[in-house]
Every structure is written in structure tokens, then in C-alpha cells.
């Protein structure tokens, strides 16, 4: 994958307009110093058109290099908010396993770090262009003047380009290594932020985490991020050195050339200074696009990893219909052999699941509670065997369409700042009647399907998150663990009213639960221990 490839067909004609554009600023700039050549050398007796040529080409080089870098920030812009949205999305189609083995740190990683630096190296494409364009025009018109001075001056610069690319090649190693260690860094930047009350008091805790994980990772980016920096400051002067031995050459040499003419001396000198520009800008941009290029493979890599042979999602919405019933046959998931839970095998499991009922899941920890959850709601797909909705088996062409009959509250759950996705006659208006209920009037408002603030103890989020499935109306209800973060009044209102409220309507209700004390209010009681459903 390129750079190039990065940009969107819509956005293409941005990017072919901004370097053609750039390409007539370079081609404006070159000609304005060969004019200025010409001007010098004929002094008063100059023609007055050089004069409105001279403005001619000023405008036109002012107008086209204001023009080409909006379109440029047009183009990085697009390019930015088209990588996040591609990655979102290629987030949202790729199967929970997959995600938790890539991991969280090398997904934020990507889709901050990663992504900016690609967006600059794209949009820096146009200058490149440009600068190249200048330097362009500048040897037709040295080649003009003189073309075997041009071929001298230009195989310098050549080899000074070979000797400039072998001395960025370490640079370019070091900043892959300081691009391998910011997802390090990631990851201890979330366990600063989700573990910084464990932190908070455990000093002995909090020192070796700075000391062993923090310090070590920001230290070695710093020395990485530096070593690759000098290393190109060292190429870049060698660059100098050669270029201004370049001029000091044209200086001492040509003026005892025979056969030089005045006009060659001052065009040779002007153009070579002028020169310098360009070619400090094309050095310059080399640690953005070698950034762009680390942080491409970066992005390729994790978008093949990303990238499932059928979208794990549908882009559409897709209505869940009547639940007639549910089986699971024969279901086996199996983990990996690498990551957490490597070797546990849930399964063979053999239930069924009907419209009304509630069914507890019980279990000592580790017996596979969770895992059976999400393969029943169709985060996790089967290693064996088949789910059944309606009688109909569940896929990888039917698989999103499946978990829209589940509205669930995990253990781990998200609570979003609103009613994200759902709509209908009153929504404020119920979410509000619920909010009462669960004794959360008080503490927040609903205003246009978003939530006033979700800072709330945990015990009140969870009833938060009990709302929104509950304004969700699916067919079938996962709830995880729900009453275990709930004093005694509301056990009582989730296990007698909600629950039995839910099978009234004819909703399938799987509760996972140590309350052994409630477990006489459901239908079923099924029992797992090491994987093997027992009841």
C-alpha cells in the first residue's frame, strides 16, 4: 500500500489539483529567476515587457502557492477524517475474538498516532511536487545557459543525494523502533488512567510502575525519537557541506572558465542559491514522510488484521424479527492457543431457549459464564456445532442480524452519554418514567436522547445501562451479573418486578447470578463448571 492509495477516488481531484497547482507555483518561481537573470544582466537596457512579465509571474506565483496549500489542507483534512472513518469501521466489522487479540492500546495507537502522521505525510505530497517543479524549471534553464555546468552541478547534488539516503537509513530504524514503542506506551497510559485510585494507594505499586513500566517506555522513546532526529540533522549537513562547495566551485571556477559569459556566472549563482530552498524543503519533509511510512505499514498491517473475510457487521440496520425460539446444538468455543484463557473449551452445550421464560446461568468463577454469553448472543462464533434462531442456522451472512434480538447488560459494560440509536414516540418521556423507577430521577436528566452526565457510582450506572436495554425492547435480555454492584431494594425490584415485568411481554430473560436466594423465580436453572453445562 501507498500513500497515494490512501486518498479516496472524491478526494483525488483534490490532491491532482493541489500538485498541479503546486506545479505552476514552481514553474512561476523558476521563471521568475530567470527574468531576474535576464533583467540583471541587461541592467538599463532591459525592455519595459520584463517588467509586466515580472508582475505576471508574481501574481501568478503568490495566487498559485495560496491556492495549493488550501487545497492541500483540504486533502489532509479528507484524508484524516477518511483513515478514521475506514479504521472505525473496520473496528466495528471484525469479530470481538479478533479485536481482543490485536488489542485495545494497538487500536488507539493506530487511530490517533498513526493515523495524523499519515494524514500530514499525504498532505505534504503537493509541496513535494512543488519543490520539485522549482528545482525542475531551474535546471531547463541552467541547461539553457550551460548544459555541461548543469550536468557537473547536478551529478554533485546526485551523489550528495546517494550519500544522504544511506546516512537517513539508520534514522529511519530508529524511528521504527520509537514508533513500536508508543503502543507500549499506550498500554501504560491506560493502566495510568483505569488503575490510578490502585495506584493512588499503593505508593511501593505506584513507584514500580513508574520505574519499571512508565519511565523505561518514555525513556526509550525519547532516545529513539532523538537517535533517529540526529541522525538525520548529520545527513542534512552533509547535504549543506556539499551544496555550498557546490556554490563556492561555481564561484572560484567559473569566472576563469573561457567562454563563460556574464549572463551564465549570475544565472548559475542566482538560480543555485535560490535552489537552496526547494531542496532543504524536499531534506526536510523526508522525517514526515518516513513517519507516514512507518505509520502506513503500522495501519496496513493492522487493517489486514482487521480486515475479516465477511464484515462482522452490516452497514445497515437490520430489524431483528419475531423470536419463535432459539437452540444451541452441539455448540463447542474453544480459545486459542496463545492469549488469555488459552485451552479453555466451553461445550458441548445443548439447550434451548423459548419466548417468556427466565433462565438463570450459574457457575463458581471461571466456569465459563461469560464465554457462554457471548457466544449466545453471537459475539463469539462456534468452534462447533450450530446456533438456531427460529429454526434458522446463524452464520457469518446472518450473524449481525442475529444479535439484533439481543439487548444485554455485561459485566463489563459501556455506558454511553445517550439514547445512542434509539428513537419513537416520547423517548425522553419514558427514559424519564424509568429513570423514577430506578431511583435515578434525581440524579440525572434526559434531554434529546442524551443523558446530563453519566459520573455515577457504579450501582447507578448499571441501572443506567438496565434503562437502555430496557427502551431497546428485544426479544431476548442478557444481563451479567447485574444485581451484584445493587443494595437490597433494588436486588428485590430487578429479581420480582423487572424480571417478571419482562416475561410478561413474552421477552427470554438469561440472567447470570449468585443470588441462589432469588433463583426460584425462573423457569430454569442451567449450571456450568469448566466449560460443561451440567443442568
Not at 486533502?75 to 477518511?82: H, I, N, V
Not at 556566472?265 to 514526515?288: K, R
Not at 439447550?351 to 457457575?363: A, D, H, T, Y
Not at 434509539?422 to 443523558?451: P, T
Request: hydrophobic fraction near 50%; charge should be positive.
Amino acid at each position: 500500500m501507498s500513500l497515494l492509495s490512501l486518498i479516496d477516488r472524491r478526494a483525488r481531484w483534490l490532491a491532482a489539483a493541489a500538485t498541479a497547482v503546486g506545479l505552476l507555483s514552481g514553474a512561476a518561481s523558476a521563471s521568475l529567476i530567470a527574468l531576474v537573470n535576464t533583467a540583471l544582466v541587461r541592467g538599463r537596457n532591459a525592455p519595459v515587457w520584463l517588467v509586466a512579465a515580472f508582475v505576471g509571474l508574481l501574481v501568478t506565483k503568490v495566487v498559485t502557492n495560496a491556492l495549493a496549500r488550501a487545497l492541500l489542507n483540504h486533502l489532509a483534512q479528507r484524508t484524516l477524517s477518511g483513515l478514521c472513518r475506514t479504521l472505525s469501521q473496520k473496528v466495528l466489522a471484525t469479530p470481538l475474538r479478533d479485536l481482543e487479540r490485536v488489542g485495545i492500546a494497538r487500536i488507539l495507537s493506530a487511530l490517533t498516532d498513526d493515523v495524523a502522521a499519515i494524514a500530514w505525510a499525504v498532505s505534504n505530497v503537493p509541496a513535494v511536487a512543488m519543490n520539485l517543479a522549482i528545482l525542475a524549471g531551474c535546471a531547463v534553464y541552467l541547461g539553457w545557459l550551460s548544459w555541461p555546468i548543469m550536468l557537473a552541478v547536478f551529478g554533485v547534488l546526485l551523489l550528495g543525494a546517494v550519500a544522504y539516503r544511506v546516512l537517513v537509513y539508520r534514522a529511519f530504524r530508529y524511528l521504527q523502533r520509537a514508533r513500536d514503542t508508543r503502543d507500549e506506551l499506550f498500554r501504560h497510559f491506560r493502566t495510568l488512567t483505569e488503575g490510578v485510585k490502585e495506584l493512588k494507594l499503593h505508593a511501593e505499586r505506584r513507584r514500580a510502575f513508574m520505574q519499571e513500566r512508565l519511565e523505561p517506555a518514555v525513556e526509550a522513546l525519547r532516545r529513539d525519537s532523538l537517535s533517529g532526529l540526529w541522525h538525520h540533522i548529520v545527513a542534512s549537513g552533509w547535504s549543506q557541506v556539499l551544496f555550498y562547495a557546490a556554490l563556492g566551485a561555481l564561484v572560484f571556477t567559473l569566472p576563469r572558465l573561457p567562454g563563460v559569459t556574464t549572463e551564465t556566472l549570475t544565472g548559475y549563482l542566482l538560480v543555485t542559491l535560490y535552489m537552496m530552498t526547494p531542496v532543504w524543503g524536499l531534506i526536510d519533509s523526508w522525517p514526515t514522510f518516513a513517519r507516514g511510512r512507518i505509520a502506513l505499514a503500522k495501519v496496513s498491517d493492522l487493517g489486514v488484521t482487521l480486515s475479516p473475510a465477511l464484515a462482522d457487521v452490516s452497514e445497515g440496520a437490520i430489524a431483528p424479527g419475531s423470536f419463535e425460539g432459539l437452540e444451541l446444538d452441539a455448540v463447542v468455543f474453544a480459545y486459542g492457543e496463545n492469549g488469555d484463557n488459552a485451552g479453555f473449551v466451553l461445550g458441548p452445550v445443548d439447550v434451548s431457549l423459548r419466548p417468556g421464560e427466565v433462565v438463570f446461568l450459574v457457575g463458581g468463577n471461571g466456569s465459563g459464564k461469560s464465554t457462554f454469553v457471548k457466544v449466545l448472543t453471537g459475539l463469539y462464533p462456534p468452534s462447533m456445532g450450530a446456533l438456531r434462531l427460529n429454526g434458522r442456522i446463524v452464520d457469518d451472512k446472518n450473524r449481525d442480524w442475529y444479535r439484533q434480538h439481543f439487548a444485554a447488560v455485561f459485566s463489563d459494560f459501556y455506558l454511553f452519554d445517550g439514547l445512542l440509536g434509539l428513537g419513537g414516540d416520547d423517548i425522553d418521556g419514558r427514559a424519564q418514567r424509568y429513570l423514577v423507577r430506578l431511583g435515578l430521577e434525581g440524579k440525572l436528566r434526559v434531554e434529546g436522547g442524551r443523558f446530563s452526565t453519566t459520573a455515577l457510582s457504579q450501582g447507578q450506572r448499571k441501572r443506567l445501562a438496565l434503562l437502555t436495554a430496557f427502551l431497546e425492547d428485544r426479544p431476548i435480555y442478557v444481563f451479567d451479573e447485574w444485581a451484584a454492584d445493587q443494595d437490597v431494594h433494588y436486588r428485590d425490584i430487578f429479581y420480582r418486578e423487572i424480571l417478571p415485568e419482562l416475561k410478561s411481554r413474552g421477552k427470554t430473560v438469561v440472567v447470570i447470578s449468585h443470588d441462589d436466594r432469588y433463583y426460584h423465580l425462573g423457569d430454569r436453572i442451567l449450571k456450568l463448571e469448566y466449560g460443561t453445562l451440567l443442568s
